[in-house]
């Protein structure tokens, strides 16, 4: 992994928590908050999932909670990719996702793809490193969001799930690479099928998701989560 930098803390203590944020600053801050919790040490302190990934795989520790950024991504997974991997791999793994004052699609997305939880950085200190134990040990953790917040995330989820089962693979293909702002024609040239292929899709997409444009599928499928909302915007 050449041109990345990392720390790797020993293991030692109940709890090892890898820290996974972009800015090197809050990284750091973060990792002193931690170190200075009882009960809990930094594992690793990384700037992107793929490092995540690997410090999971070297730990031999019994108890990680992977605190995950929703702002992380590198050059081989997003936030939430990587938390999806990490479930997938690791499911005795805690995974706590944190934002700042994220909205609840991202929230309910992050829940949706394998986290424990999420703790918004504008929390109380102690709450925050609370969070951290209650994902260690796989219990659902919302800390910091408002209270008007928690029923949107549960709706979200909802919508979330209905639309995965009505949508096809090819079908959130078509929509991901759509919310990018591509053709019909620049679609297909991606995916390697023709125009017409395209168009069929988006209008079985429209009617599924009870809209009529692309716009109105990408809002409806961003509120739920189905897309970052980077790419619903």
Known sequence: MAGRRMSVVPDAGPIGVIVVEPLPVVRAGLSMLIEATDGCSVLA????????????????????????????????????????TLRERHPAVGVLAMGADADAGAISRALFVGADGYVDMLSDPEEFCGALTSAADHLMVLTGP???????????????RELEHSLTKREREVLEIAAEGLTAREIGERLGVRERTV???????????????????????????????????
């Open 45 to 84: 302190a990384v700037g992107g999932p793929s490092d995540a990934l690997e410090a999971v795989a070297r730990s031999r520790r019994h108890r990680i909670t992977v605190l995950c950024s929703l702002s992380a991504i590198d050059a081989t997974h997003d936030a939430y990719a990587a938390i999806r």
């Open 199 to 233: 168009t069929t899709h988006l209008t079985r997409i429209y009617q599924k998701l009870g809209v009529g444009s692309r716009m109105g599928a990408v809002r409806v499928a961003a509120r739920s989560g189905l897309l970052t909302v980077d790419a619903g915007r």
């Open 146 to 160: 408002p209270s008007e917040t928690l029923g949107q995330v549960a709706q979200a989820l909802i919508q979330r």
